[in-house]
Structures are given as structure tokens and as C-alpha cells.
């Protein structure tokens, strides 16, 4: 039984989006008997969802082997479904906190229990950080034309030769606007403050763009729209002054928090940013057993497809140290 405290499982993998899935799929078919939690505790702004980022996203485009697009929480249903295929124990239910002073390591879920493993694969990826507007998150949800990843959305039909903007000043947020440029008919960016956080080259990549508009000064007080959105209403932080902007598109480029606070007494190491560090070009993290896959380690690319890599990285090296521990 999962739960069980007399049970030492072979591995645990706490999170359920691509790299989460793509580890139980491989740990499954190895014979590892994986237990995968699908959910963490609830520490960003946002809610950290069972199947990650993509069940905020709509339609999904780029991902290799669906030529006519899928859904988001369709492919992350297709995956979880190959994981239980295969024998990976799901686990509704989150973990708390990790104690990897001690082998086995012992976890605590939400609902109190501990639970015990040989190795560890963390897969709990980051949320987007969002401004915090109701009607924002909402039309997130549903596909309404809110996003916070361009590169993933930004050339479906709905935003194409669209008025379209970007809130945010940092390398991100150039890259989005400069990423959206090749589909906008206008890419207008929101910032705070008069000058963005931005390198230079990024900034001059995107200023010397044509469709590129910049609101300085400004910042969104509210969203519009119902199914779809169709505009957005700003504040101008000098004068206080109001006005709305027309958009078929917002695209949030403020950050990620790495879904790591119920680790961070656990022992591992972590960047600045607080996303786990690899010391290797693997899955290994500082402490020999625990692995790490997908967003929660990676601040560069973000995607689907890099996520599900990284798993396969993790559940192979996982295998491999159960193996020459003799755990297997």
C-alpha cells in the first residue's frame, strides 16, 4: 500500500506534467513500481495544478507526434494514462515536505502520512507568475487568449496578424514581444516602470521591430472580455490616469516561481531563483538519490517537449543508482 509506513517504495515521483509522466512511463516499464503524487503544495499566487502549466493551455501545437494540435489537459490526460498502462501507482495527494537527511527518505503528504522512499525524482515544474486579475486567470483557464508562454501559444490562428501585448520589462518579456512580432499585426508592451530590466541586445532586438509599441509607465488594473479576450484597462503609475487598450491577446512575461518552498529545508541546493541545481549535464541533484526532471530545474526553455526529456533523464538515471545501490 503507498501509504504505508512499513513500505519502502523503490521510487516516488512527486509532480504529474510532462517530465513527471515521462518518468513514471519509463520507471513503469523498467519495473520500478513508481508512486507518483500528482501535486504539490500550493505555494504561488496561482495554484500549482495536477499536470502542470499545460492545463492552462488551450491548444498545443508544437509538441512532435500530434499533427492536427491537442489540448493541453488532453495530452496530460493521454500521458497519465500511459503511465497507469504500464503499473504507475497515482496518487491524489501532495507532498508537504521531503526528509532526505536519512535513507529511505521520508515524505509527508498532505493529508499527514508518511511515506518512504529509496530514490526520488522531483518533477514539480513552475508557475507562471500573473499579475493576479480575476478575469486574467480566467480567461487562462479557458483559452480565452491569455498566456504566459508566446513560444507555446503565440502562433495559433486566434492571435494571428492580431493586436496582441505583452505585460513585463526583463529578457523574457523581450523575447515573448520578439517572438510575437512574426504573427501581430501590433505587439505592445505594458511596463511599469521608463526603462526596462532588459539587456541592451535584447531591447534593440525588439525596438527596431516595426509592429512593436511601447506603454511606458503603465500597468493592467483589469482584463476584458468574456470567452475571448477584448481589451485590457491600464493605469498610468505618474499621473494616475486611466485608459483602456484593445487586444486579442495578453501575454504575461513577469516570471516563474519554481514550485520548490515545500523543499526548502530539505538539504538540496538551489540558484538564486530558487529552481533546483543540476551539477550535471543528468538529472543528478547534490544529494545521491534524488533526481530532479522538467521546470523545477530548468529556467531556460520551459516547453513540453524538453520537460518530457528531462524525465526520460530521470527515471533512466534512477534505474541506473537503484541499480548499483542493489535496490533493484
Same mark, same amino acid.
Given at each position: 500500500?503507498?501509504?504505508?509506513?512499513?513500505?519502502?517504495?523503490?521510487?516516488?515521483?512527486? =509532480?504529474? +506534467?510532462?517530465? +513527471?509522466?515521462?518518468?513514471?512511463?519509463?520507471?513503469?516499464?523498467?519495473?520500478?513500481?513508481?508512486?507518483?503524487?500528482?501535486?504539490?503544495?500550493?505555494?504561488?499566487?496561482? *495554484?500549482?495544478?495536477?499536470?502542470?502549466?499545460?492545463?492552462?493551455? #488551450?491548444? /498545443? %501545437?508544437?509538441? *512532435?507526434?500530434?499533427?492536427?494540435?491537442? #489540448?493541453?489537459?488532453?495530452?496530460?490526460?493521454?500521458?497519465?494514462?500511459?503511465?497507469?498502462?504500464?503499473? &504507475? &501507482?497515482?496518487?491524489?495527494? @501532495?507532498? %508537504?515536505?521531503?526528509?532526505?537527511?536519512?535513507?529511505?527518505?521520508?515524505?509527508?503528504?498532505?493529508?499527514?502520512?508518511?511515506?518512504?522512499?529509496?530514490?526520488?525524482?522531483?518533477?514539480? +515544474?513552475?508557475?507562471?507568475?500573473?499579475?493576479?486579475? @480575476?478575469?486574467?486567470?480566467?480567461?487562462?483557464?479557458? $483559452?480565452?487568449?491569455?498566456?504566459?508562454?508566446?513560444?507555446?501559444?503565440?502562433?495559433?490562428?486566434?492571435?494571428?496578424?492580431? *493586436?496582441?501585448?505583452?505585460? +513585463?520589462? =526583463?529578457?523574457?518579456?523581450?523575447?515573448?514581444?520578439?517572438?510575437? &512580432?512574426?504573427?501581430?499585426?501590433?505587439?505592445?508592451?505594458?511596463?511599469?516602470? %521608463? %526603462?526596462?530590466?532588459?539587456?541592451?541586445?535584447?531591447?534593440?532586438?525588439?525596438?527596431?521591430?516595426?509592429?512593436?509599441?511601447?506603454?511606458?509607465?503603465?500597468?493592467?488594473?483589469?482584463?476584458? $472580455?468574456?470567452?475571448?479576450? &477584448? =481589451? /485590457?484597462?491600464?493605469?498610468?503609475?505618474?499621473?494616475? @490616469?486611466?485608459?483602456?487598450?484593445?487586444?486579442?491577446?495578453?501575454?504575461?512575461?513577469?516570471?516563474?516561481?519554481?514550485? !520548490?518552498?515545500?523543499?526548502?529545508?530539505?538539504?538540496?541546493?538551489?540558484?538564486?531563483?530558487?529552481?533546483?541545481?543540476?551539477?550535471?549535464?543528468?538529472?543528478? !541533484?547534490?544529494?545521491?538519490?534524488?533526481?530532479?526532471?522538467?521546470?523545477?530545474?530548468?529556467?531556460?526553455?520551459?516547453?513540453?517537449?524538453?520537460?518530457?526529456?528531462?524525465?526520460?533523464?530521470?527515471?533512466?538515471?534512477?534505474?541506473?543508482?537503484?541499480?548499483?545501490? @542493489?535496490?533493484?
Amino acid at each position: 500500500m503507498p501509504n504505508s509506513d512499513n513500505t519502502v517504495h523503490k521510487l516516488i515521483i512527486i =509532480g504529474s +506534467g510532462p517530465a +513527471g509522466w515521462t518518468a513514471a512511463i519509463y520507471a513503469a516499464r523498467a519495473n520500478l513500481d513508481p508512486v507518483c503524487y500528482v501535486g504539490v503544495a500550493k505555494q504561488n499566487p496561482a *495554484p500549482v495544478l495536477p499536470g502542470g502549466q499545460l492545463m492552462l493551455t #488551450t491548444d /498545443v %501545437e508544437n509538441y *512532435p507526434g500530434f499533427p492536427d494540435g491537442v #489540448t493541453g489537459p488532453d495530452m496530460m490526460d493521454k500521458f497519465q494514462k500511459q503511465a497507469e498502462r504500464f503499473g &504507475t &501507482t497515482v496518487i491524489n495527494q @501532495e507532498i %508537504e515536505s521531503c526528509d532526505f537527511s536519512q535513507r529511505p527518505f521520508t515524505l509527508k503528504t498532505s493529508k499527514g502520512e508518511t511515506v518512504r522512499a529509496h530514490a526520488v525524482i522531483i518533477a514539480t +515544474g513552475a508557475t507562471a507568475n500573473w499579475l493576479g486579475l @480575476e478575469n486574467e486567470l480566467r480567461l487562462a483557464q479557458i $483559452g480565452g487568449g491569455v498566456s504566459a508562454c508566446a513560444v507555446c501559444d503565440g502562433a495559433l490562428p486566434l492571435f494571428r496578424d492580431q *493586436p496582441l501585448a505583452v505585460v +513585463g520589462g =526583463g529578457d523574457t518579456a523581450m523575447e515573448e514581444a520578439s517572438y510575437l &512580432t512574426k504573427f501581430a499585426s501590433t505587439v505592445y508592451i505594458i511596463h511599469r516602470r %521608463e %526603462e526596462f530590466r532588459a539587456s541592451k541586445t535584447m531591447q534593440d532586438r525588439v525596438l527596431k521591430a516595426d509592429n512593436v509599441k511601447v506603454l511606458w509607465n503603465k500597468v493592467v488594473e483589469d482584463v476584458y $472580455g468574456d470567452e475571448k479576450i &477584448t =481589451g /485590457v484597462k491600464l493605469k498610468d503609475t505618474v499621473t494616475d @490616469e486611466h485608459s483602456d487598450l484593445d487586444v486579442k491577446g495578453l501575454f504575461i512575461a513577469i516570471g516563474h516561481t519554481p514550485a !520548490t518552498g515545500f523543499l526548502r529545508e530539505s538539504g538540496l541546493d538551489f540558484d538564486d531563483a530558487g529552481y533546483i541545481v543540476l551539477n550535471h549535464r543528468d538529472s543528478r !541533484t547534490n544529494i545521491d538519490g534524488v533526481f530532479a526532471a522538467g521546470d523545477v530545474a530548468d529556467a531556460h526553455y520551459r516547453q513540453a517537449v524538453t520537460a518530457a526529456g528531462m524525465g526520460c533523464q530521470a527515471s533512466i538515471d534512477a534505474e541506473r543508482w537503484l541499480g548499483a545501490q @542493489e535496490l533493484v
